[in-house]
């Protein structure tokens, strides 16, 4: 039996899929902790999390399986034991579990109890439930090991504590959410070490996948409830945790406390990290959008430099007859200040192209919104052609306000390949533009100064397809309609209880009908990063053809 532990964490990203890849970084990492006894990795480690129904595929459990084997060998060496997250085919049946490989072999396995069935998850249509874990014994020291969810809830880990677990190592892959970090820390894991009187390490990993971003926010708590440890959000980091036993328990010593981001600069981490980590994984050279001279174009403009560097940021404005002059002004000077590519194609020859295309089948009706969608898909033809020419992915600018209302052209502005600000609501997109132009984000490859002319901030939103025109004309002003939004799309409430609080019910009614209405266009839109509690697409899923209505 032991008296002092040295158990390394590494918060690191992993790739779906990459087996030998993901294997590798780690076999990279726990070469840079030979003293540890142990490191611990993130949930799903070795496959990428989440994974969804690739799981399902034999070959890939099967692969999976000699992968892990493959990397017990390597503890031969008597260097770290190692925990790391899979998949197990057991029996007929398949679980999300973690594995102590110690020795040169797979020393012991325990599956997740606890599978979340909510939101971003859908655990219990792919895997199997667990037993309730036992503790695991090394080095003469029992482990209790809940698994993501198996921690967030309290059976597993009181049951742990009474079969004799000292040391709780909860491995997670908790995805990022608006004040997500303190709740996990404060409230969730807290509660587990007061409930059992043990020490509580808390591993996550960082990066992003498809829609999800993983903020890291690891740490370590020790059985009085207090912080030993905290790693950094958004970036890679190992931190060697040095532990003794104390009478009848055990003492993390205590180490660096990061500091974590508060709002609006973590907002703006996910979708740098959401993008980047989309972009390069995917495999793409750089992106492509459209500077239209306002404000979503122009953040989304800021998110990439960040994400990529400026180098790898292709902007082109995309004129008409009616973008105003300041419109382009602006365009360039954000170019410029971001210090990234800006080509200008005017879309007048294909518009005026398309009124002699379509001139007898309109002879007889009026103008109407037809004509500025036009505009719009011919704008979107325009970019899906040079990304298909060279490459670069084509990323999308609109936000969650538009994107409830269908205030949005299908294979228009909807085109592209990925959106950062697809769950950001107008007045988050202000808030962030005007924090970028004062700071830059530690994680960021952007310029170190202001991002986009003042001017785009503060002018009134405007789609620019008609003349004069302004957002406010069909949508009530972003500060009342993105509470409206969050109203009904957050939490969920009827028309009746959005006017009691005090909106006017004709807009309310309004604003639901198209909040319905929209479905169709939602579910053939391009992903993009998970902010909140109720993304479209992965937390959101409502039938296109739906004739409710709660008022």
Same mark, same amino acid.
């Given at each position: 039996?032991?008296?002092?532990?040295?158990?390394?964490?590494?918060?690191?990203?992993?790739?779906?899929?990459?087996?030998?890849?993901?294997?590798?970084?780690?076999?990279?990492?726990?070469?840079?902790?030979?003293?540890?006894?142990?490191?611990?990795?993130?949930?799903?480690?070795?496959?990428?999390?989440?994974?969804?129904?690739?799981?399902?595929?034999?070959?890939?459990?099967?692969?999976?399986?000699?992968?892990?084997?493959?990397?017990?060998?390597?503890?031969?060496?008597?260097?770290?034991?190692?925990?790391?997250?899979?998949?197990?085919?057991?029996?007929?049946?398949?679980?999300?579990?973690?594995?102590?490989?110690?020795?040169?072999?797979?020393?012991? %396995?325990?599956?997740?109890?606890?599978?979340?069935?909510?939101?971003?998850?859908?655990?219990?249509?792919?895997?199997?439930?667990?037993?309730?874990?036992?503790?695991?014994?090394?080095?003469?020291?029992?482990?209790?090991?809940?698994?993501?969810?198996?921690?967030?809830?309290?059976?597993?880990?009181? $049951?742990?504590?009474?079969?004799?677990?000292?040391?709780?190592?909860?491995?997670?892959?908790?995805?990022?959410?608006?004040?997500?970090?303190? *709740?996990?820390?404060?409230?969730?894991?807290?509660?587990?070490?007061?409930?059992?009187?043990?020490?509580?390490?808390?591993?996550? *990993?960082?990066?992003?996948?498809?829609?999800?971003?993983?903020?890291?926010?690891?740490?370590?708590?020790?059985?009085?409830?207090?912080?030993? $440890?905290?790693?950094?959000?958004?970036?890679?980091?190992?931190?060697?945790? $040095?532990?003794?036993?104390?009478?009848?328990?055990?003492?993390?010593?205590?180490?660096?406390?990061?500091?974590?981001?508060?709002?609006?600069?973590?907002?703006?981490?996910?979708?740098?990290?959401?993008?980047?980590?989309?972009?390069?994984?995917?495999?793409?050279?750089? %992106?492509?959008?459209?500077?239209?001279?306002?404000?979503?174009?122009?953040?989304?403009?800021?998110?990439?430099?960040?994400?990529?560097?400026?180098?790898?940021?292709?902007? %082109?404005?995309?004129?008409?007859?009616?973008?105003?002059?300041?419109?382009?002004?602006?365009?360039?000077?954000?170019?410029?200040?971001?210090?990234?590519?800006?080509?200008?194609?005017?879309?007048?020859?294909?518009?005026?192209?398309?009124?002699?295309?379509?001139?007898?089948?309109?002879?007889?009706?009026?103008?109407?919104?037809?004509?500025?969608?036009?505009?719009?898909?011919?704008?979107?033809?325009?970019?899906?052609?040079?990304?298909?020419?060279?490459?670069?992915?084509?990323?999308?600018?609109?936000?969650?306000?538009?994107?409830?209302?269908?205030?949005?052209?299908?294979?228009?502005?909807?085109?592209?390949?990925?959106?950062?600000?697809?769950?950001?609501?107008?007045?988050?997109?202000?808030?962030?533009?005007?924090?970028?132009?004062?700071?830059?984000?530690?994680?960021?490859?952007?310029?170190?100064?202001?991002?986009?002319?003042?001017?785009?901030?503060?002018?009134?939103?405007?789609?620019?397809?008609?003349?004069?025109?302004?957002?406010?004309?069909?949508?009530?002003?972003?500060? %009342?309609?993105?509470?409206?939004? $969050?109203?009904?799309?957050?939490?969920?409430?009827?028309?009746?209880?959005?006017?009691?609080?005090?909106?006017?019910?004709?807009?309310?009614?309004?604003?639901? *009908?198209?909040?319905?209405?929209?479905?169709?266009?939602?579910?053939?839109?391009?992903?993009?990063?998970?902010?909140?509690?109720?993304?479209?697409?992965?937390?959101?899923?409502?039938?296109?053809?739906?004739?409710?209505?709660?008022?």
């Amino acid at each position: 039996m032991t008296d002092q532990l040295t158990i390394a964490m590494a918060q690191i990203n992993q790739r779906v899929g990459d087996l030998s890849g993901n294997a590798a970084a780690m076999l990279a990492w726990r070469a840079k902790a030979p003293g540890a006894d142990l490191i611990v990795f993130p949930e799903q480690q070795l496959i990428g999390y989440p994974a969804e129904d690739l799981v399902l595929k034999p070959v890939f459990a099967a692969k999976a399986a000699a992968q892990l084997a493959e990397l017990a060998l390597a503890t031969a060496d008597g260097g770290p034991a190692m925990l790391v997250g899979s998949i197990f085919a057991d029996n007929g049946a398949l679980y999300n579990g973690l594995a102590l490989l110690d020795g040169g072999r797979i020393a012991a %396995v325990r599956y997740k109890h606890e599978l979340p069935n909510y939101g971003t998850f859908d655990e219990k249509r792919i895997f199997t439930p667990g037993p309730l874990p036992e503790p695991v014994e090394f080095k003469g020291v029992k482990l209790g090991l809940p698994i993501c969810e198996d921690g967030w809830l309290q059976p597993v880990s009181t $049951h742990l504590a009474k079969q004799g677990a000292e040391i709780l190592i909860s491995v997670n892959g908790s995805p990022y959410e608006i004040d997500k970090d303190d *709740r996990r820390l404060e409230q969730v894991f807290a509660a587990r070490v007061a409930e059992t009187g043990l020490p509580l390490l808390f591993l996550n *990993r960082v990066g992003g996948q498809d829609e999800l971003v993983f903020d890291g926010s690891s740490f370590i708590l020790n059985a009085d409830g207090i912080a030993a $440890h905290r790693l950094p959000d958004w970036t890679e980091e190992l931190r060697v945790t $040095h532990w003794t036993r104390k009478g009848a328990g055990w003492i993390c010593e205590a180490g660096e406390l990061a500091v974590w981001e508060d709002h609006p600069a973590d907002i703006y981490s996910a979708m740098v990290t959401g993008l980047r980590d989309y972009v390069d994984t995917n495999r793409f050279p750089g %992106v492509v959008l459209g500077l239209s001279g306002g404000i979503d174009s122009a953040i989304c403009a800021a998110i990439a430099a960040d994400a990529l560097g400026p180098d790898r940021v292709w902007c %082109v404005m995309l004129p008409s007859r009616y973008t105003s002059q300041s419109s382009l002004d602006d365009a360039g000077q954000c170019a410029r200040m971001i210090g990234c590519r800006l080509d200008t194609i005017a879309i007048s020859p294909a518009v005026d192209a398309f009124d002699v295309m379509l001139s007898d089948s309109f002879a007889d009706a009026q103008v109407d919104i037809t004509e500025e969608n036009v505009q719009s898909r011919i704008r979107g033809v325009t970019l899906m052609a040079l990304s298909n020419k060279f490459g670069h992915m084509l990323m999308t600018t609109g936000n969650k306000s538009e994107m409830s209302v269908g205030y949005a052209t299908i294979y228009g502005d909807m085109a592209g390949g990925y959106n950062p600000i697809k769950d950001a609501y107008k007045m988050t997109v202000f808030a962030i533009s005007k924090w970028r132009n004062s700071h830059k984000p530690r994680i960021g490859l952007g310029p170190d100064g202001p991002v986009m002319p003042e001017s785009i901030i503060t002018k009134p939103p405007s789609a620019e397809l008609r003349p004069d025109q302004k957002d406010s004309d069909s949508l009530p002003e972003y500060p %009342v309609l993105d509470k409206m939004l $969050h109203a009904l799309v957050e939490e969920d409430l009827s028309v009746d209880e959005v006017v009691a609080r005090g909106f006017d019910r004709a807009d309310v009614t309004r604003i639901e *009908r198209l909040l319905y209405l929209a479905e169709y266009k939602r579910r053939q839109a391009p992903p993009g990063v998970k902010l909140g509690t109720r993304n479209f697409g992965r937390d959101r899923r409502y039938p296109i053809t739906n004739a409710f209505r709660s008022a």
